[in-house]
């Protein structure tokens, strides 16, 4: 099998569409099959010994809506052309919509993993296996993740090649300039000589999401806070004002530079810029916030700026 049919099988995936709603089932799974491959395990594996490290990866980047389902990912790859198998030596019982009954993944033991033609193409040749590594990663989530989720399926590979991604070249300075070169949830705004360092112009909703390259659709973050948006751990409320997520917890400087910005008002654009689109804000608040937000942390009602910036 030659890198072009390979490339084409794996951009033929079959993937949940519903609208905005974000389905990166099967790409965590492909992603956590590459790194097994990568290190030389086992074309195929258990149903079992996967199950809790596709839903730890599910839990962490997927939906963080409702239960999370790493059975499906596991059988429905099957389906698309050529990429996936599945061995079982005893038929596996299924629901009426096709489904597999996950007492009978179990119980029977069931494999899954590449089929032989596409695991021997990748095995050998590392530049095509990051490339495919590269086009998941962008197709499903913000370049602030990749590494994270390279480190979480065992992936060794380049970010390079990883984070390419097709962006307006002015975009980050653009948004630097519009949030006057400081972060707009701490107000930090550090400089190397004349030359911000650690501020980031992040997107609210993602690229990989039709999110544009718009003022009205960025913030001009610090590394951590940027982090954090993509994480779902803060995201934005419809009035402008900082939401924490009540999953995410810490002590010390984890409360001070996180939880206590809970309630606080965002910092806003220049004068004349547009502020958050309120359609952009819902799309993070549904597809990336983790959970319920945090109440208010109370604060001088005389405040006008968030916490760490100075009038």
Same mark, same amino acid.
């Given at each position: 099998?030659?890198?072009?049919?390979?490339l084409?099988?794996f951009?033929?995936?079959?993937?949940? *569409?519903? /609208?905005?709603?974000?389905a990166?089932?099967k790409? =965590?799974?492909?992603?956590l +099959? &590459?790194?097994?491959?990568?290190a #030389?395990?086992e074309?195929?594996?258990?149903?079992?010994?996967?199950?809790?490290?596709?839903?730890?990866?599910?839990?962490?980047?997927?939906?963080?809506?409702?239960?999370?389902?790493?059975?499906y990912?596991?059988?429905?790859?099957?389906?698309?052309?050529?990429?996936?198998?599945?061995?079982?030596?005893?038929?596996?019982?299924?629901?009426?919509?096709?489904?597999?009954?996950?007492?009978?993944?179990?119980?029977?033991?069931? *494999?899954? /993993?590449f089929?032989?033609?596409v695991?021997e193409? =990748?095995s050998?040749?590392? +530049? &095509?296996?990051?490339?495919?590594? #590269?086009?998941?990663l962008?197709?499903?989530?913000?370049?602030?993740l990749?590494?994270?989720?390279?480190?979480?399926?065992?992936l060794?590979?380049s970010?390079?090649?990883?984070?390419?991604?097709?962006r307006?070249p002015?975009?980050?300075?653009?948004v630097?300039?519009?949030?006057?070169?400081r972060?707009?949830?701490?107000?930090?705004?550090?400089?190397?000589?004349?030359?911000?360092?650690g501020l980031?112009?992040?997107?609210? *909703?993602?690229?990989?999401?039709?999110?544009?390259?718009a003022?009205d659709?960025?913030?001009?973050?610090?590394?951590?806070?940027?982090?954090?948006?993509?994480r779902?751990?803060?995201?934005?409320s419809?009035?402008?004002?900082?939401?924490?997520s009540?999953?995410?917890?810490?002590g010390?400087?984890?409360?001070?530079?996180?939880?206590?910005?809970?309630?606080?008002?965002l910092?806003?654009p220049?004068?004349?810029?547009?502020?958050?689109?309120?359609?952009?804000?819902?799309?993070?608040r549904?597809?990336?916030f983790?959970?319920?937000?945090?109440?208010?942390?109370?604060?001088?009602?005389?405040?006008?700026?968030?916490?760490?910036y100075?009038?």
């Amino acid at each position: 099998m030659n890198d072009d049919e390979v490339l084409r099988r794996f951009s033929g995936i079959r993937r949940w *569409r519903a /609208g905005e709603h974000r389905a990166p089932h099967k790409p =965590l799974l492909l992603l956590l +099959a &590459l790194g097994r491959l990568q290190a #030389g395990k086992e074309r195929l594996v258990s149903f079992v010994e996967v199950e809790e490290p596709l839903r730890r990866l599910l839990e962490q980047y997927g939906h963080p809506r409702g239960r999370q389902r790493p059975e499906y990912p596991f059988w429905r790859l099957s389906s698309d052309e050529g990429i996936w198998e599945i061995e079982s030596s005893h038929p596996v019982e299924v629901t009426s919509a096709g489904d597999p009954r996950l007492s009978s993944l179990r119980r029977e033991d069931v *494999r899954g /993993g590449f089929t032989a033609e596409v695991a021997e193409t =990748l095995s050998g040749n590392s +530049a &095509l296996l990051e490339r495919i590594a #590269g086009d998941l990663l962008t197709s499903q989530f913000p370049p602030s993740l990749h590494e994270d989720i390279c480190d979480a399926v065992g992936l060794r590979t380049s970010l390079q090649l990883v984070t390419r991604q097709r962006r307006d070249p002015d975009f980050r300075i653009e948004v630097l300039r519009a949030y006057e070169y400081r972060c707009a949830m701490c107000g930090y705004d550090g400089k190397l000589d004349a030359a911000s360092v650690g501020l980031d112009a992040a997107h609210i *909703r993602w690229w990989a999401y039709a999110g544009p390259d718009a003022i009205d659709n960025a913030l001009a973050l610090c590394a951590l806070h940027h982090r954090a948006l993509d994480r779902g751990v803060v995201g934005v409320s419809e009035d402008l004002r900082i939401a924490v997520s009540r999953r995410f917890h810490g002590g010390g400087r984890a409360r001070e530079l996180i939880i206590d910005l809970a309630g606080a008002p965002l910092g806003r654009p220049q004068s004349g810029l547009p502020t958050p689109a309120i359609d952009h804000i819902g799309w993070h608040r549904s597809e990336v916030f983790q959970g319920d937000e945090r109440p208010a942390v109370p604060i001088d009602a005389a405040a006008e700026e968030p916490r760490g910036y100075t009038t």
